[in-house]
């Protein structure tokens, strides 16, 4: 089963979809006429950064997680 998890548009013809085709990641991209199948790795260890925006009332804080599968 084929699951998206994001989508980023740049513009109507750069469309990024990412997710998960089973154990393996599935990233496809739209060129304005049609989808192609991009490959992707399959590591072992998947890191996330970005920030939390709701662990303190002084601002934001970084986070990282990780996965490990």
Do not use: K
């Amino acid at each position: 089963t084929n699951v998206f998890n994001d989508v980023l548009e740049s513009s109507s013809s750069d469309v990024w979809a990412v997710g998960d085709s089973g154990s393996l990641t599935l990233s496809e991209h739209w060129d304005g006429s049609a989808w192609s199948i991009v490959p992707s790795a399959n590591p072992g260890d998947l890191w996330a950064v970005g920030f939390d925006a709701t662990s303190s009332p002084r601002g934001d804080h970084s986070l990282i997680e990780r996965c490990s599968g």
